[in-house]
């Protein structure tokens, strides 16, 4: 079955650009027509959605951070990745990669999560 | 501040009916599917409710999921001690062109 599982630097420092990526196993990530997506969730609060990619490569951003975030594919690696740049400790959560199919169906697949710290 | 709202805590007793419940906008709830998620302590969130009632595979019965204009309600009956986490709600949202999330309901079975 497939999987998702994100990988990047636990720590950033402030005002540096956070790097993930989300390997995806167990299937084709140019497979179906999915929308391939970024959400991360600060300690002890709530989800906050990212932006997502579709496989034809259509991309749309959360508002409040499309200035600095970037999400690209890449179908060779089987991977898509989140770039947020000039990062503060707001930025410091636990990131989730996620796979939906369309808006009535949600987020059936996500990974496990990998904790992001912002601090010097 | 959420785009969705929903009260930050409810409780019940084993065995028990709980509703929580979550509040939108014509731009989201009105006009579009509501999804519930389930996170368990130090877990991932966990699809519960799709397309406003509908239920994944593996999900039990004793979870229904409810729409109706600006609001969702996701209902639990028979409550159990594994039931204790938290529920999000999630939608699409027009304005935004982007998908919203609700603060979270923690869920303690007393």
């Known amino acids: 079955q497939v999987q998702l599982q994100e990988s990047g630097p636990g720590l950033v420092k402030p005002s540096q650009t956070l790097s993930l990526t989300c390997t995806v196993s167990g299937g084709s990530i140019s497979s179906g027509s999915y929308y391939w997506s970024w959400i991360r969730q600060p300690a002890g609060k709530g989800l906050e959605w990212i932006g997502r990619?579709?496989?034809?490569?259509?991309?749309n951003y959360n508002p409040s951070l499309k200035s600095r975030v970037t999400i690209s594919l890449d179908t060779s690696k089987n991977q898509f990745s989140l770039k947020l740049s000039s990062v503060t400790a707001a930025d410091t959560a636990v990131y989730y990669c996620?796979?939906?199919?369309?808006?009535?169906?949600?987020?059936?697949?996500w990974g496990r999560g990998t904790l992001v710290t912002v601090s010097s | 501040q959420s785009v969705l709202t929903q009260a930050p805590s409810a409780s019940g007793t084993p065995g028990q009916r709980v509703t929580m419940s979550c509040f939108g906008s014509?731009?989201?709830?009105?006009?579009?599917?509501v999804n519930w998620y389930q996170q368990l302590p130090g877990t991932a969130p966990k699809l519960l409710i799709y397309s406003n009632n509908q239920r994944p595979s593996g999900v039990p019965d004793r979870f229904s999921g409810s729409k109706s204009g600006t609001s969702a309600s996701l209902a639990i009956s028979g409550l159990q001690s594994e039931d204790e986490a938290d529920y999000y709600c999630?939608?699409?949202?027009?304005?935004?062109?982007?998908?919203?999330f609700g603060g979270g309901t923690r869920l303690t079975v007393l």
């Open positions: 996620a796979r939906y199919y369309d808006i009535l169906t949600g987020f059936h697949l």
């Open positions: 014509s731009s989201n709830i009105v006009s579009n599917a």
């Open positions: 999630a939608t699409w949202d027009d304005s935004l062109n982007g998908w919203v």
């Open positions: 990619i579709y496989t034809s490569g259509t991309i």
